[in-house]
């Protein structure tokens, strides 16, 4: 078990940027495969970027390729979320995961989430 707590999340203009922080509890971070996942108002919570225990693969959303960069720090026990080129669409609550269950990036089956943090986009 392994509790995150996401951190960076705030209110920004169309074109901005952010950057979104996981901090894990425990020693064995780097054994975690890691993700962002993101929910809006309204709809399912939906798989953003992934990235592999040792940071050597990543996957991401097609609606943020480009855009967003997923990385880890396995010595700060955190993984980031590079946000560039927002869009109001960008608009949600982000969640950290660690750990699947499931065989694809796009399963909601992970051991470990986070509370979220609050992503806003302004026009």
């Known amino acids: 078990q392994v509790q995150l707590v996401e951190s960076g999340g705030g209110l920004v203009q169309a074109g901005g940027s952010l950057r979104l922080s996981c901090a894990a509890s425990?020693?064995?971070?780097?054994?975690?495969?890691m993700a962002w996942f993101r929910q809006a108002p309204g709809k399912d919570r939906e798989f953003v970027a992934g990235?592999?225990?040792?940071?050597?693969?990543?996957s991401y959303a097609d609606s943020v390729k480009g855009r967003f960069t997923i990385s880890r720090d396995n010595a700060k026990n955190t993984v980031y979320l590079q946000m560039l080129s927002l869009k109001p669409a960008d608009t949600a609550v982000y969640y950290c995961?660690?750990?699947?269950?499931?065989?694809?990036?796009?399963?909601?089956?992970?051991?470990?989430w986070g509370q979220g943090t609050q992503v806003t986009v302004s026009s």
């Open positions: 995961a660690a750990d699947p269950i499931g065989s694809s990036w796009a399963d909601l089956r992970w051991r470990n």
């Open positions: 990235i592999t225990r040792s940071g050597g693969s990543t």
């Open positions: 425990g020693r064995t971070f780097s054994s975690y495969t």
